[in-house]
Nanobody, 123 residues
Framework: QVKLAESGGESVQTGGSLRLSCAAS????????MAWFRQAPGKEREGIAT???????FYRYTVKGRFTISADNAKSTLYLQMNNLKPEDTAMYYC?????????????????WGQGTQVSVSS
């Protein structure tokens, strides 16, 4: 059974940093593309960063240069380092696994989701 468990969400001030973690189990971690999505109140869930088995990464333009996605294969854990946080980054952040090593930024292509962790950025 696939399980994705996020942690690390907090309330921070503008300009602050956070690191989100996602512990994965129930599948061969790096056989799949992994990603972080987020969803703000009243908005659609959007993909913000992906990483494939070759460590090729891709970022949404709104977070590029501020966020870094990485993976620790030995720990089967996905990370999202978030720096220079802005109020518009406030959202529920979700860890996601795709069905294979092909990465997309579309929520409908995700096969497994975590329960989410809340990030709130105040001005």
């Amino acid at each position: 059974q696939v399980k994705l468990a996020e942690s690390g969400g907090e309330s921070v001030q503008t300009g602050g940093s956070l690191r989100l973690s996602c512990a994965a189990s129930g599948f061969i971690f790096r056989d799949r593309c992994m990603a972080w999505f987020r969803q703000a109140p009243g908005k659609e869930r959007e993909g913000i960063a992906t990483i494939d088995s070759r460590d090729t990464t891709f970022y949404r333009y709104t977070v590029k240069g501020r966020f870094t996605i990485s993976a620790d294969n030995a720990k089967s854990t996905l990370y999202l380092q978030m720096n220079n946080l802005k109020p518009e980054d406030t959202a529920m952040y979700y860890c996601a696994a795709f069905p294979n090593d092909n990465c997309f930024m579309m929520a409908r292509t995700v096969s497994d989701w975590g329960q989410g962790t809340q990030v709130s950025v105040s001005s």
